[in-house]
T-cell receptor, first 115, second 112 residues
Framework: GNSVTQMEGPVTLSEEAFLTINCTYT??????LFWYVQYPGEGLQLLLK?????DKGSNKGFEATYRKETTSFHLEKGSVQVSDSAVYFC??????????????FGKGTLLTVNP | KAGVTQTPRYLIKTRGQQVTLSCSPI?????VSWYQQTPGQGLQFLFE???????NKGNFPGRFSGRQFSNSRSEMNVSTLELGDSALYLC???????????FGPGTRLTVL
């Protein structure tokens, strides 16, 4: 079945540091890939997505590239801010579409950015 | 456009009781999915409804059930609550299955 392996946290960085959170996946077919962010006490917000190989998703300075050859979708940001402190989830959308569609999530990575 | 709303936001129940959680999707969205989030197991898929039909189900016992109404609002029910059912229950809606999912704030269930 589908699975997502995500870098274990927690990750602690200073403001303006470079961020990488690794994510690899196992799936049949060509899944869509997502990064979601969860702030304390809130639900999940979609951060970015990519629907096919070599697509780059980007939003709010975050980027991730869908790498089919390495089955990876690593999240990067060049300069983090204190407000980026949150839990980040890598997710895979089912390849079946239609009635078999569901999201499979990684375990989440807690990011803390210190001023 | 209003987002996904979930009620109640917090709930405390005791073992053996049952509970019903409600989710109102974004207007125009016909697919509603439910997920359970716990510190140990992370985010796990419960089930997905589309046009009042359950089309996909995760690996949860039969105590977990749900339904969807003609206006796309959905409820999930957990009977005979166990301590391990304590979790954040998240609802997500999308226009169709396979489309981008938008999540609600969740219902925090505590079972004592």
């Amino acid at each position: 079945g589908n699975s997502v392996t995500q870098m274990e946290g927690p990750v602690t960085l200073s403001e303006e540091a470079f961020l990488t959170i690794n994510c690899t996946y196992t799936a049949t077919g060509y899944p869509s890939l997502f990064w979601y962010v969860q702030y304390p006490g809130e639900g999940l917000q979609l951060l970015l997505k990519a629907t096919k190989a070599d697509d780059k998703g980007s939003n709010k300075g975050f980027e991730a590239t869908y790498r089919k050859e390495t089955t990876s979708f690593h999240l990067e940001k060049g300069s983090v801010q204190v407000s980026d402190s949150a839990v980040y989830f890598c997710a895979l959308g089912g390849t079946g579409g239609g009635s078999n569609y569901k999201l499979t999530f990684g375990k989440g990575t807690l990011l803390t950015v210190n001023p | 456009k209003a987002g996904v709303t979930q009620t109640p936001r917090y709930l405390i129940k005791t073992r053996g009781q049952q509970v019903t959680l409600s989710c109102s999707p974004i207007s125009g969205h016909r697919s509603v999915s439910w997920y359970q989030q716990t510190p140990g197991q992370g985010l796990q898929f419960l089930f997905e409804y589309f046009s009042e039909t359950q089309r996909n189900k995760g690996n949860f016992p039969g105590r977990f059930s749900g339904r969807q109404f003609s206006n796309s609002r959905s409820e999930m029910n957990v009977s005979t609550l166990e301590l391990g059912d304590s979790a954040l229950y998240l609802c997500a809606s999308s226009r169709y299955a396979g489309h981008e999912q938008f999540f609600g704030p969740g219902t925090r269930l505590t079972v004592l």
